[in-house]
């Protein structure tokens, strides 16, 4: 089993929709929990960061973090067909100072139709 | 500001033979990430340097594969006698501070034919 399981797609919602992704994970000591945004072509940008348990609102993006269930999610309300790009969970632990390593998903890629 | 820039943005080459990989990351940025996104993969981990302590290189895939980083600025990924399983997106990341804020360049699409 891999240490972060995302379902990678392809997604196609139409525009407007909520959109709901999601990543799994198995290693208990994650801590921070990230979400990246990455267009064709392009590196990945930072869109959520999230620290331990609990949720965080940014403009139409929502992350959600539920340790005891080991699940991540990323919502996406009145989507546009700019959202449509690849979104990476990442994700990383307080082992020995090693927070900087991070665990990526995947990725699942969606497409926002006008 | 400027952000992460990395050189050549495509390279193409023959298995056996050496390339070079160039990262600028993001002045003042005293860390820097290797990763590598291989079709559908995951961005994998490679190497990490922060300032001048040792770089954790326990990412690499194999000892085909080194980084150096000069003056704690520019850094560049070797990979020797390259292999057709080394195509890849090279990516690489810098941050200021923590791990969360990393900043990643475009990537080097590297195909070895």
């Known amino acids: 089993q891999k240490e972060v399981e995302q379902d990678p797609g392809p997604l196609s919602v139409p525009e407007g929709a909520i959109v709901s992704l999601n990543c799994t994970y198995s290693?208990?000591?994650?801590?921070?929990f990230m979400w990246y945004r990455q267009y064709s072509r392009k590196g990945p940008e930072l869109l959520m960061y999230?620290?331990?348990?609990g949720n965080k609102e940014d403009g139409r993006f929502t992350a959600q973090v539920d340790k005891s269930s080991k699940y991540i999610s990323l919502f996406i309300r009145d989507s546009q067909p700019s959202d449509s790009a690849t979104y990476l969970c990442?994700?990383?632990?307080?082992?020995?100072?090693?927070?900087?390593?991070?665990?990526f998903g995947k990725g699942t890629l969606l497409t926002v139709n006008p | 500001g400027a952000g992460v820039s990395q050189s050549p943005s495509n390279k193409v080459t023959e298995k056996g033979k050496d390339v070079e990989l160039r990262c600028d990351p993001i002045?003042?940025?005293?860390?820097l990430y290797w990763y590598r996104q291989s079709l559908g993969q995951g961005l994998e981990f490679l190497i990490y340097?922060?300032?001048?302590?040792?770089?954790?290189k326990s990412g690499l895939p194999s000892d085909r594969f080194s980084a150096e980083r000069t003056g704690g600025s520019v850094s560049t990924l070797t990979i020797q006698r390259t292999q057709q399983e080394d195509s890849a997106v090279y990516l690489c990341?810098?941050?200021?501070?923590?791990?969360?804020?990393?900043?990643f360049g475009p990537g080097t699409r590297l195909t070895v034919l």
């Open positions: 990341a810098s941050s200021s501070l923590w791990a969360g804020t990393q900043y």
């Open positions: 290693n208990s000591a994650f801590q921070y």
């Open positions: 999230t620290y331990s348990s």
């Open positions: 990442a994700m990383s632990g307080d082992s020995g100072g090693s927070n900087y390593k991070l665990t």
């Open positions: 002045s003042g940025h005293t860390a």
């Open positions: 340097f922060q300032g001048n302590s040792a770089p954790d």
